[in-house]
């Protein structure tokens, strides 16, 4: 993760004071808690996300899209299937 910090985007990143992922509801859970471990990582802060998100989405809206998978994958895939989940506050 050392190069990652020296280049444009982890340079970015580090200075940014807030991310917003709108529509996160309809990305697949595993690119959520990529992004977390990332976060976490480049900017050595053990919160979640970094302390750096505000995620935006309605949940009457579409799942992730799993090529060639079941109902029961969408649901496993979705937000509300990760362990960040345990971390969320809610907002309305």
């Known amino acids: 993760m050392q190069y990652f910090r020296s280049s444009a985007m982890g340079k970015l990143l580090m ?3 807030l ?3 709108d529509e996160c509801i ?3 859970k595993k690119s959520l808690e990529a992004l977390n471990f990332t976060l976490k990582d480049l900017r050595r ?3 979640i996300f970094g302390g750096l998100m505000i995620l935006a989405g309605d949940f009457r809206q579409t799942l992730p899209v799993v090529p060639r998978g ?3 994958d969408e649901l496993n895939a979705c937000l509300k ?3 960040l989940w345990n971390n969320v506050k809610n907002y309305r």
């Open 15 to 17: 200075q940014c004071k």
């Open 19 to 21: 991310i917003v992922w």
């Open 26 to 28: 309809m990305a697949h």
């Open 45 to 47: 802060n053990n919160n």
């Open 70 to 72: 079941t109902p029961a």
């Open 81 to 83: 299937a990760s362990p």
